[in-house]
T-cell receptor
Framework: GDSVTQMEGPVTLSEEAFLTINCTYT??????LFWYVQYPGEGLQLLLK?????DKGSNKGFEATYRKETTSFHLEKGSVQVSDSAVYFC????????????FGTGTRLTIIP | DTAVSQTPKYLVTQMGNDKSIKCEQN?????MYWYKQDSKKFLKIMFS???????INETVPNRFSPKSPDKAHLNLHINSLELGDSAVYFC?????????????FGQGTRLTVV
């Protein structure tokens, strides 16, 4: 079945550091890929998405590129801020089969000033 | 206006009780979901409804019964609550078969069974 593997957390970085959160997936065909963010006490919000190979999703300084050859969708940001502290989820939606969002385990990110 | 709204936000109840969580979306989506988030933040789908029809029912105990009176509402009723049901429950909605269509999530209902 479909699955998403995310980098284990928690991750703690200093403000303005470079961020990478790794995400790889297993799915048949070409799923759509997403990064969601969950701020403390809130629901999930879509951060960015990509629907086909080599697409790059970007939002709020975050980027992720859909790499079919490595089945990856790593999240990056060049300079993190304290306000980026949250839990980040990688997810996929298959292009056929059981149509549901499958999430990774989440990565808790803490940015210290 | 809140896109996906759940009530209540917090629910504390005793073992053995029956409780319901309500969810409404005003986005015009045709598909709604219930997800359970455990204490380690792991998210697992429980149910999915499309146009009031159940399309996904993961291995969830029969004590959990979703009800969709119309496309905009998906409620979750839980019978005979157990300690292990304590979690945050998220409702979400999206358009079915929309490739790349994002799911919108509610704020969550934190259920504590004591």
């Amino acid at each position: 079945g479909d699955s998403v593997t995310q980098m284990e957390g928690p991750v703690t970085l200093s403000e303005e550091a470079f961020l990478t959160i790794n995400c790889t997936y297993t799915a048949t065909g070409y799923p759509s890929l997403f990064w969601y963010v969950q701020y403390p006490g809130e629901g999930l919000q879509l951060l960015l998405k990509a629907t086909k190979a080599d697409d790059k999703g970007s939002n709020k300084g975050f980027e992720a590129t859909y790499r079919k050859e490595t089945t990856s969708f790593h999240l990056e940001k060049g300079s993190v801020q304290v306000s980026d502290s949250a839990v980040y989820f990688c997810a996929l939606f298959p292009n056929f089969g059981n149509e549901k969002l499958t999430f990774g385990t989440g990565t808790r990110l803490t940015i210290i000033p | 206006d809140t896109a996906v709204s759940q009530t209540p936000k917090y629910l504390v109840t005793q073992m053995g009780n029956d409780k319901s969580i309500k969810c409404e979306q005003n986005l015009g989506h045709d598909t709604m979901y219930w997800y359970k988030q455990d204490s380690k933040k792991f998210l697992k789908i429980m149910f999915s409804y499309n146009n009031k029809e159940l399309i996904i029912n993961e291995t969830v105990p029969n004590r959990f019964s979703p009800k969709s009176p119309d496309k905009a509402h998906l409620n979750l009723h839980i019978n005979s609550l157990e300690l292990g049901d304590s979690a945050v429950y998220f409702c979400a909605s999206s358009n079915h078969r929309g490739r790349g269509t994002e799911a919108f999530f509610g704020q969550g209902t934190r259920l504590t069974v004591v």
